[in-house]
């Protein structure tokens, strides 16, 4: 085989292997999608099929009446449309700092950066949770917030800095000779032409805020307070029985919106951390 065959050949090879692993991960949507849609005559055959057969709502309808979705949409929507704010405002001057001035401490915060994205989740809760006790903060709203935005504060930092390091430098030399301080600089010249990337930190912020599961479900305990997928977990009976048919809808209902904002700042994303990168 020839130079060009070999390369055509890996190069097929690469695409079925980046095809097969898309239906890995598209896999569990589609069947979501499948069972959303299927009667219970449907849901408990021993030969499930891949679509159904007689497409209903009425999960969607059982769904709506056995839990309060639409209050944990609302508690959700507000936890993560604060922690995105709360986290663009913070980390919007930080990241200017930490790609502008190279020291000790802005190498500190990009390790920091770098270590806190491997802690779990369960080892920080107990001391945490100790914390937020000590502040009247467990089952509020506000103590979620507060953990959400130390939470996703480190990537919104990795992920600003490297829209910072892509803006030219002459820019902001040019509005110092106009007389220009630092801080008219950040906020009339560094800051538009941040803009997308701000929108993508705030969008992604969002999105960690809107699917997280297990702080919500150790901080909040009232009912009336609890988030989307805190009350996903109540379609499931206390036998371990899951009704999979309301399940399916209200899962469904619960991940469009991190499909359809994912869909739109992926590119955004990825800029950002190679932005970085550039040189001007």
Known sequence: MSWRGRRRAARAGQYL???????FLAFPLLWLVS????????????????LPERPTLDNFRRAFDEQPLLRAAGNSLLTAVSAAAISVLIATPMAYVMARHRSALSRAATGWVVVSQAFPFVLVIIPLFLILKEFRLIDEPAGLVLVYVVWSLPFALWMLAGYVRAVPRELEEAAAVDGAGRLRTLVSVTAPLLAPGIVATALFTFITAWNEFFFALVLLKTPEKQTMPVVLTHFIG???????????????????????????IQRRITGGLLAGAVKH
């Open 17 to 23: 292997a980046l095809l097969g692993y898309l239906v």
């Open 35 to 50: 069972t959303a849609f299927k009667p219970p005559t449907e849901l408990a055959t021993l030969h499930p099929t891949w």
């Open 238 to 264: 206390t036998e371990g029985v899951a009704d999979l048919g309301p399940l399916a809808a209200a899962a469904l209902l619960a991940t469009l919106p991190s499909l359809v904002l994912f869909a739109f």
